[in-house]
């Protein structure tokens, strides 16, 4: 292989199995260009839960606050999951929000009302919020409206249909067990670890498969060591996660157990997972990368650009109607404010925080997850501490500008590293 | 090729390139009926042009843009479209590549009629456009834009491997030594190294005819240089190249043929070798040449 690989003199540099050190040096260049991804993300993690765990101790850290955090944060993290394909475009959506609220609402009267089951409804509102993201996209790609105020006419528009269906200062109660259970219930602890055991194999088999693939077609391939090290922290990371949700959390044992891996976590990572996949793996996803880097050249290469821009808002509106669902589903109940307050402001700037970037074109669905952690645990740490909302804003609004400049920054280097 | 040298003195029109039995009889380009054009087609051969376009009208609006535009491309040639700003060379090569339709007047593909009502159908003969601009996405890598808008799937899913092993065949076709690895994201690229991205993607499809609309004039000299020296590549292997060029070093440095497009009209199709600087020039710019080389409609 590397016989033939030398005496043909092929023109892109030929590499062998890269080495460890290759590697890193691939990916230290890749930072250097401007190629930011998750860094920045898990290091406010890992700074903010370092502070918190010295403010507050065991009171941050142990296992009860741990799984409400999760819970906190799956709501905002599949909001944002779901406008990175917005930002991907370089559009914004700031009716997300209120989707999600109707859409929650929509779930709740068709179970209420119409005595649907509980999938069915559920569909019922996924393809109120596919509906939504429908005519939002059409008025964007068709008509030409910026995105920001066909979505703020949703966004206000949205609200009054919330609060007609439900009645100033009403609610919609939710009262289907299934769909109590998706932010209240945990799973068994012995299929937390099936699951967790599962996406481990998993991971390591995908990597493993595309390593040979890649092998296969005499393309650079990196050390296998990148590909075991990369399974043994992935694997390292979820024993950890569910080891510690396993534990048990209730206060008082004796009224009712309370131990296991949130559902809402099977969601979450089967939604990161799925969208992954189309947007990494399928042709559509990359020409939703292409309409984002250029649109103008994805015409020319022949791609449907507005179908492109019609799916995106689509995508975003129906996660959106699932992130309402959620939203209901801790409170047991729709009410005006459902998806209203600071549910967009969070996703939004989750999305960005993960890494995802606002001039469209260069982002990730796991972005919105990274993100939705960051501000969980400022949100969650600083109301530990004691800290009124107005300060958690402020500082929620520094970390969203802080993320926002990184994009900026790093989006000039990108640009500066190379057309010289 | 020397031997046709001096046969264009005494055509009314400069259509030098090709001195067959076709040629005569230009007095009647502009009418469209079959059985006029019949006669005036090339004849099927080795030497037939791969791409013949004759009396080509195009206007828009009020403002007729091409008047009566004769071209011929051939393989294995690089055939330089000149003429001054606004001439209507970008308007005939989007006509070609089926951006516009052309109102009246002949395409001939291998000598064959053929209907380019959109992209895809010029697609689909094998002919490919480089535009100046607009035309690569930065945030994908090499491979992702060569295959733009028409990626390689097995059950539904991108074959990247497949893709990559492609787009290195088509890079290593042409000689290309500067890029260091097709997966970096073409935001990274030089300007010259990123024209070598577009021309390579053109040719990936076993492209018979490749159309390049000023390729260098972003370009500082070095990489100028790698640029035509990649365009003459093509041309040797096979494909027949059109230019569009301002720059008429480049065009005599590497262009068999020259088309000149003065005011919409097609003033004289020379063989390079047989016109001098100053003559393009004046083409370019009169619509006319003094000495030998003359305007059709003079
Ligand atoms: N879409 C259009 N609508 C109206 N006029 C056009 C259009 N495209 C080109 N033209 C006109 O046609 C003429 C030729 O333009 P173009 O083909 O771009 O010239 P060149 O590429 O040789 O500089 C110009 O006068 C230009 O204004
Ligand atoms: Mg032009």
Known sequence: ?420 | MSARAGTHTVNSRPVLSNPSPAVPGRSTRKVLSMSVTQTERPPVGADTPILTLRGIEKSFGAVHVLRGVDLDVRAGQVTALVGDNGAGKSTLIKGVAGIYGFDAGEYLFEGKPVAVHNPRDANALGIEVVYQDLALCDNLDVVHNMFLGRELTASGLLNEATMETRARETLDGLSVRTLQSVRTPVASLSGGQRQTVAIARAVLWNSKIVILDEPTAALGVAQTEQVLALVRRLADKGLAVVLISHNMNDVMQVADDIAVLYLGAMVAQVKTADVTHSQVVELITTGRATNGTKGADA
């Open chain 1, 1 to 420: 292989m590397s016989a033939t690989e030398t005496t043909t003199e092929p023109a892109v540099a030929p590499r062998g199995p890269q080495s460890l050190g290759a590697v890193f040096e691939d990916y230290r260049a890749r930072i250097r260009g401007g190629d930011v991804g998750a860094l920045p993300a898990l290091a406010g993690v890992i700074v903010l839960v370092l502070v918190f765990t010295v403010l507050s101790g065991t009171q941050f850290t142990n296992a009860f606050n741990f799984a409400n955090l999760v819970l906190q944060g799956s709501a905002y993290a599949v909001f944002a999951m779901g406008l990175v394909f917005v930002l991907l475009l370089g559009e914004i959506d700031l009716s997300a929000g209120y989707t999600g609220g109707v859409g929650a609402a929509v779930v709740g009267k068709l179970i209420l009302d119409q005595n649907l089951n509980w999938v069915l409804a559920l569909i019922g509102g996924l393809l109120f919020g596919a509906l939504v993201g429908l005519v939002i996209g059409l008025l964007v790609s068709k008509l030409g409206v910026p995105s920001f105020v066909v979505t703020l006419a949703f966004f206000l528009a949205l609200q009054g249909v919330l609060l007609l269906m439900t009645g100033a200062g009403g609610t919609i109660p939710y009262r289907d067990s299934h769909l109590l259970a998706i932010m209240n219930k945990n799973m068994p602890l012995w299929l937390g670890w099936a699951f967790a055991g599962l996406t481990v194999i998993a991971y390591a088999a995908l990597g493993f498969s595309r390593r040979l693939q890649r092998q296969r077609a005499g393309l650079p391939t990196p050390t296998i060591l990148v590909w075991v090290l990369k399974s043994i922290a992935f694997a390292a990371v979820l024993i950890a996660a569910t080891a510690y949700l396993s534990k048990e959390r209730s206060r008082n044992v004796f009224l009712a157990s309370l131990k296991g891996v949130p559902i809402v976590i099977v969601i979450v990572a089967g939604l990161l997972v799925v969208l992954t996949f189309l947007l990494t793996r399928t042709a559509w996803g990359r020409h939703v990368y292409a309409v984002g880097g250029n649109a103008e050249a994805a015409r020319r290469a022949g791609i449907n650009v507005a179908r492109v821009k019609i799916s995106c808002f689509m995508m975003c509106s129906m996660l959106a109607s699932v992130g309402g669902v959620l939203l209901a589903s801790r409170t047991n109940s729709v009410n005006p404010q459902t998806g209203g307050s600071d549910v967009l402001l969070f996703a939004v700037g989750s999305a960005v925080i993960g890494g995802t970037s606002l001039f469209g074109g260069r982002g990730r669905v796991l972005d919105g997850i990274l993100g939705a952690v960051v501000i969980t645990v400022i949100v969650n740490g600083m109301t530990l501490q004691g800290q009124s909302q107005g300060r958690v804003y402020m500082i929620t609004g520094l970390v969203l500008l802080l993320a926002a400049s990184v994009d900026a920054v790093s989006r000039r280097r990108a640009a500066a590293s190379g057309r010289v």
